[in-house]
């Protein structure tokens, strides 16, 4: 069953922006934004509770910010300053335990999304 959707990839060019997002069927304390680049390991990018404090890896702080709207139960991902190598496939996951500030890529999540490409030209 699937319980989260990634929307908003595409094309871009080198130094643009792009908003990804992430809608949930059910309601999640903790939620994540992934990547996984061809021949690579997948990256955990940012994660963000309930209560709206995101932990960011220092390869994307400053330049994406994650945010969620409780309400809509949706997840986002606001991208600026785009580079070659952020070109990947995004995906976004959630659970119902909290993030408790723990770096990216280290929580468990049980619940995933199919992924959105994201390609970046130079």
């Known amino acids: 069953q699937v319980q989260l959707v990634e929307s908003g990839g595409g094309p871009v060019e080198t130094g643009g922006s792009l908003r990804l997002s992430c809608a949930a069927f059910?309601?999640?304390?903790?939620m994540g934004w992934f990547r996984q680049a061809p021949g690579k390991e997948r990256e955990g990018l940012a994660h963000?509770?309930?209560?709206?404090?995101?932990t960011y890896a220092d390869s994307v702080k400053g330049r994406f910010t994650a945010s969620r709207d409780n309400a809509k139960n949706t997840l986002y991902l606001e991208m600026k300053s785009l580079k070659p190598e952020d070109t990947a496939m995004y995906y976004c996951?959630?659970?119902?335990?909290?993030?408790?500030?723990?770096?990216?890529?280290?929580?468990?999540?049980?619940?995933w999304g199919q992924g959105t490409q994201v390609t970046v030209s130079s």
């Open positions: 963000i509770d309930r209560d709206g404090s995101a």
């Open positions: 996951a959630a659970d119902h335990f909290r993030c408790r500030g723990e770096l990216p890529g280290t929580l468990p999540f049980g619940y």
């Open positions: 059910n309601s999640y304390l903790c």
